[in-house]
């Protein structure tokens, strides 16, 4: 109820109020009269005006106080506006200023003014002093600005005009053209030769220039060529005389003296074309003098600070890092060069070349940005220099491996050695004569797991693991057969010494000393191959032979058994003054230790005749029994080598400290003669290799060309060949009627 | 065991051959032998690969598994030819007559 009546009780009093106000308004009313005439200007307005604002504008340009105020000024130059007199309003404000200008350039024409700093101030004091002016008489003017330029397009604004007259005035005067240019130069290059200068007045007048768009014509192009004749002439100066690193960090600093400039006061367009200049005499122009003066001493001592200012630099210009590349390359290659090729370095190599690897590896990722171009040069160095010497490095990183899988984590962690073993399949990876390797690494292989000398099977699994990777299986099939049939012996041994107790027991033959006999069954064709040697055993030791063979061959029936005397090694009970030795010693050394049981003196020929070992290997024997380090045997004559007329005699009076002696080195070190038999072994299969690549060759082509032949043999053949072992083994294969050359054609052959 | 009785022995050698007349007794032999098929003709006639090298097939199948060769054994026919198993088991599906002599095939051993 209440809320409903309420809008009818106010709509009530308003009516109320209305009444009123209508009664009141009939008593009064105003009335608008109409203005009699228009109104007219006082006389004498014009001129009265433009004085006043004359006065002013004097007053501005010669920086005095104003008798105006300048809000009065202003409403002066809207009136005058507003009665159409724009027109003559700018154009005697244009008067004005042009006068005034042009009467200051005199100021610049002194004589007196030469020294560039002095003269650059006059000018930016007076440019300064100009715009301020101008901006307060253009304050006065706005409404000139706003109204009459606005619709005259071709009038420049009042701004612009000042510019514009200072412009035509002062800069635009041949002589103080010159001499802004001139000093500006002046001053930057007495700061290029490290002086300081006022960079703010710099700044000013080079703003300036830039507001008056005079920047280019004036001062740009000058600028450049100024500094292209400064930094020429200054590059091949340094070049010169400078080492490398003091030459870069100059030319380093060089650079950053220039986008300081940049910064500081030049226009921001000028740096890409200064920088370029600077990029094209210090480096483009200078690259090779540049790497020839210094990059190989930066490699070797491994100035990686140097070397990655080196790579900064150089990749500001187009073929900047190819030629640092090129560099690089070469002094891989000289430095390996010198290593691989050098005989003396033989011992050393794969160490020298694993140090020299790391070190480098260092300074592509550290100081070259692990560049792709530079990775793969490095790679290419490393196959190159690897393959110069056709065996050797093959040779070594085998026995480098061998050498370090038999001392195994006792001179580093089980991660370096791993680490190690990476590293040297990175080297491997390079070498060409991957069969030449396989052939070592097997003979290695062979005596560490015969003779016990691994240091451990996770180690030699590992790295056998690292082979397969790289070569595939086929390459290590043979090798992890070697591994299988010392793990299958392992096994038979342990049958057999049951065996064996077994039979000994039964046996009633009192003669019958019992020997720890141990036999490595080995399948023909994993293992290297060895001399076959038929030497005179002992009966007791053949008859151990003999009931290993029965055993063996009963548990696999269809095989036969090849003894290798030369693998075998024993320990013998040695009894002298001093007490009893254990002495380890091959199975020849045992053999002819044997003899001299009971026996005082022996001559090299009885020894001979009783062993049956041949001429070569006996002497090698004797010569470690008799003249190596442990004397078990004594010799007469004296003498460091073997004689067929010398005489033995056991030597009662050995002295060692040791309870067991090893006196078997000899069987351990690789001889060179085994060394040349291995090489011989690997050329023969590369002929089987050729051979066969040829055959297959020929009979898909069935003519063929000999340069055609020669280039398809390269890309089948995975070793290095020369083309007169190529063209031996065509020749053989001619002989041989597999294929012929034809009769017409010459350089021809064809498939039979 | 075995050791104790090598050492019980060896004392005992010792002790008889104090003179110097027996200075060098063999305690522990470590012997190598290679073992190899016991055949006439070292290459298997029907692959032309060597019998101690696995045949054609398992070398090509080999590479796969970790020690290949071991299963491709060697077999001996009555006429004393011998073959790759694996080889010859393929020959006598068309024609049971040894490839090299034509006598009826008969397997005579099998080596192991």
């Known amino acids: 109820m209440n809320r409903s009546s309420t809008p009818v009780s106010i709509f009530g009093t308003n009516k109320v109020n209305l009444k009123n106000f209508n009664r009141s308004s009939d008593m009064k009313k105003i009335f608008i009269k109409k203005f009699r005439g228009n109104p007219v200007l006082p006389p004498n307005y014009y001129e009265n005006t433009w004085n006043k604002l004359r006065d002013a504008i004097i007053s501005i340009q010669n920086s005095s106080i104003l008798k105006y105020s300048l809000e009065e000024l202003y409403g002066d130059v809207e009136s005058m506006c507003i009665h159409n007199m724009s027109h003559f309003l700018y154009d005697n404000l244009y008067y004005l200023v042009e006068n005034h200008v042009g009467q200051s350039v005199s100021s610049f024409l002194n004589d007196s003014l030469n020294d560039p700093q002095e003269f650059l101030t006059v000018i930016n004091n007076t440019w300064v002093i100009h715009c301020k002016q101008m901006s307060t008489i253009r304050n006065i003017f706005i409404h000139l600005d706003r109204t009459y330029v606005l619709h005259n397009v071709q009038t420049a604004s009042i701004w612009d005009m000042g510019l514009d007259l200072f412009r035509q005035y002062i800069i635009r005067n041949c002589l103080v053209k010159t001499k802004i240019t001139d000093a500006l130069l002046l001053l930057i290059k007495q700061e290029r030769d490290a002086n300081t200068i006022d960079r703010d007045l710099i700044r000013s007048i080079i703003r300036m220039l830039t507001i008056l768009q005079i920047y280019k014509p004036v001062f740009e192009e000058k600028f450049y060529t100024e500094s292209e004749n400064m930094y020429a002439a200054e590059a091949n100066y340094c070049i010169k005389n400078f080492d490398l690193p003091e030459y870069l960090s100059h030319v380093r600093k060089r650079f950053k003296e220039e986008y300081n400039r940049g910064n500081q006061y030049l226009d921001s367009g000028t740096m890409p074309r200064l920088i370029t200049i600077i990029e094209k005499n210090f480096i483009a122009d200078q690259i090779q003098k540049t790497l020839d003066k210094g990059l190989n001493k930066l490699l070797d001592s491994r100035d990686h600070y140097n070397l990655s200012l080196l790579y900064l630099l150089l990749g500001r210009v187009k073929s900047g890092h190819a030629e640092l590349c090129a560099g690089f390359n070469s002094y891989m290659k000289q430095y390996g060069r010198n290593v691989v090729s050098h005989p003396e370095n033989d011992k050393n190599m794969v160490k020298m070349l694993l140090d020299f690897k790391d070190a480098m590896d260092d300074v592509v990722a550290k100081c070259f940005e692990k560049n792709e171009k530079f990775t793969n040069s490095l790679k290419e160095a490393f196959e190159y220099f690897i393959n110069l010497r056709i065996n050797a490095p093959a040779e070594l990183v085998a026995k480098f491996i061998d050498s370090k899988l038999r001392i195994g984590n006792k001179e580093s962690t089980d991660e370096e050695l791993e680490i190690l073993l990476d590293k040297i399949m990175v080297l491997f990876r390079f070498i060409h004569g991957k069969d030449v390797f396989e052939a070592f690494y097997k003979k290695d292989l062979a005596k560490r797991l015969l003779f016990g000398k691994s240091a451990s099977v996770d180690y030699e699994k590992s790295m056998l693991s690292k082979l397969k990777e790289e070569c595939g299986g086929g390459f290590t099939s043979k090798l992890e057969g070697m591994f299988k049939d010392m793990e299958l012996s392992k096994d038979i041994n342990g049958a057999f010494k049951q065996h064996l107790s077994h039979s000994l027991n039964n046996t009633q033959d009192t003669e019958f000393t019992p020997l720890d006999m141990t036999v490595n069954t080995l399948t023909m064709g994993y293992w290297p191959t060895y001399p076959i040697m038929n030497v005179v055993l002992p009966e007791e030791m053949l008859r151990y032979q003999e009931i290993f063979n029965n055993f063996y061959l009963s548990k696999h029936s269809g095989r036969k058994l090849a003894w290798q005397p030369t693998l075998g090694y024993c320990v013998v009970r040695a009894q002298f003054k001093v007490g009893i030795k254990e002495l380890l010693v091959s199975l020849l050394q045992t053999l002819v230790l044997l003899l001299f049981n009971g026996k005082n003196e022996l001559s090299y020929e009885y020894i001979k005749g009783a062993s049956n070992i041949e001429d070569l290997e006996l002497k090698r024997t004797l010569q470690s029994l008799a003249c190596g380090k442990t004397r078990v045997l004594l010799k007469r004559p004296k003498g460091r080598d073997v004689e067929d007329t010398d005489y033995f005699m056991y030597n009662a009076d050995f002295k060692n400290k040791l309870f067991r002696v090893t006196v078997n080195q000899i069987q351990m070190k690789e001889t060179t003669e085994e060394q040349k038999a291995t090489e011989e072994r690997v050329f023969q299969d590369r002929q089987y290799q050729i051979d066969a690549a040829i055959v297959r060759i020929m009979k898909t082509h069935k003519a063929l060309s000999h340069n055609t032949l020669v280039s398809e043999l390269c890309l089948q053949l995975k070793f290095p060949v020369t083309l007169a072992d190529l063209k031996k083994r065509i020749e053989s294969l001619i002989e041989r009627d597999y294929m012929e050359r034809d009769k017409e054609i010459q350089n021809q052959y064809n498939y039979l | ?112």
């Open chain 2, 1 to 112: 065991m075995k050791m104790s009785e090598d050492n019980d022995n060896v004392d005992r050698v010792d002790s008889e051959n104090c003179k110097p007349d027996k200075m060098f007794t063999l305690k522990k032999w470590n012997a190598v032998a290679m073992w190899s098929w016991d055949v006439e003709c070292d290459t298997c006639a029907i692959c032309r690969v060597q019998v101690m090298d696995a045949c054609l097939r398992c070398q090509a199948e080999s590479k796969k598994d970790y020690y290949g060769k071991q299963d491709c054994v060697v077999v001996w026919g009555e006429c004393n030819h011998s073959f790759h198993y694996c080889c010859v088991s393929l020959w006598v599906k068309q024609n049971n007559r040894c490839p090299l002599c034509q006598q009826e095939w008969s397997i005579q051993r099998m080596g192991k």
